[in-house]
């Protein structure tokens, strides 16, 4: 990981400057979290407070999974249950050190504005997703809770597998992503490759506890031409079970450790995922509200625009 460019924090966390802070510093260039609901990439921290856990095995998740490598190579991808967990407070408070760390590198550079490089030394937000399965920390509440005790939002991106921390969250963050790659359990396992017995079922408790949540909720649909990108028929169902405030169908990229279980043919151009919303548009009452060519996402939603944050 760390030959990849992460930056491990503590025992079991870690962080990493995604494509757009840097683009965002050096030539002006935001992420669609910016253009959609107002993040600013330049004061984004792209952390996860599980590095190398996680419950699925998915064919386009760019980490390394344990099934990737021989048997005598791999690890417990699932933390055990005696596991000493870093406290919350450490973990944040090591996170912005890391990344004020981070942007010393790019001072005597020419940057995009010197304001921004300013500003990102103040980080405001914490995209807690970056690699494994956030909700296995015990405490993603209260890492939620220090984050917004400094003046940070916070998205969390999830499986949807663990149901059960999400009802009891003692914080819940400034917005939720559940991730929803197929629409029906047979499909779900060829893509999820999960861990743990009844993954399916357990997706859909997490989608139905959304309506009791105070936060907004994406969909979130990783496009995989030949895989699920003809299947938009099927998700509209999901959708308008489920209501979630926004349906971000996002395109496979054919990066990192995917390469070893997909081909590029399966990474669809922006135009494919554009087909793909529109589908999903007709069949839900749910309108295209933007996109990003760049990132391959299109953003759906029945409100009139999108809720900004910044």
């Known amino acids: 990981m760390r030959k990849q460019g992460y930056k491990i924090i503590l025992n079991h966390s870690a962080l990493k400057p995604c494509y757009w802070f840097r683009k965002a510093i ?5 992420c669609y979290k910016h253009k959609f609901f107002g993040i600013p990439s330049w004061r984004c921290i792209q952390m996860t407070p599980t590095a190398a856990y996680c419950n699925f095995q998915c064919l386009h998740c760019w980490r390394i999974n344990a099934s990737d490598l021989p048997p005598e190579m ?7 249950e005696d596991l000493d967990w870093d406290e919350p407070r450490e973990i944040v408070d090591e996170s912005i050190r890391i990344q004020k760390t981070i942007i010393q590198g790019y001072k005597g550079v020419e940057v995009f504005s010197g304001d921004w490089l300013r500003e990102a030394e103040d980080p405001k937000h914490a995209a807690i997703s970056l690699t494994g399965e956030p909700m296995l920390y015990p405490k993603i509440g209260e890492l939620v809770r220090e984050y917004k005790n400094r003046g940070m939002t916070t998205f969390i991106v999830t499986n949807g597998s663990l149901p059960e921390r999400l009802e009891s969250i003692s914080c819940e963050p400034t917005q939720l992503y559940i991730t929803v790659n197929a629409p029906n359990k047979t499909v779900f396992n060829r893509i999820a490759r999960p861990m743990v017995r009844r993954a399916w079922e357990r997706v859909l408790e997490t989608l139905s506890l959304t309506n009791s949540l105070s936060i907004p909720v994406v969909m979130r649909i990783t496009v ?5 990108s003809h299947l938009a028929q099927e998700f509209a169902p999901l959708i308008r079970r489920f209501e979630p405030t926004y349906v971000e169908p996002k395109g496979y990229s054919y990066v ?45 939603s029945r409100l009139e625009s999108p809720m900004r944050f910044y």
């Open 256 to 300: 990192g450790y995917s390469r070893r279980r997909l081909s590029r043919a399966n990474s669809p151009m922006h135009s494919d995922v554009r087909r793909f919303a529109r589908e999903l548009a007709e069949m839900t009452g749910y309108v295209i509200l933007d996109e990003q060519p760049e990132s391959k996402v299109v953003l759906l």
């Open 224 to 228: 995989i031409k030949g895989v699920n």
């Open 26 to 30: 050096m030539h002006g260039k935001t």
């Open 74 to 80: 791999g690890w417990q991808e699932i933390p055990p």
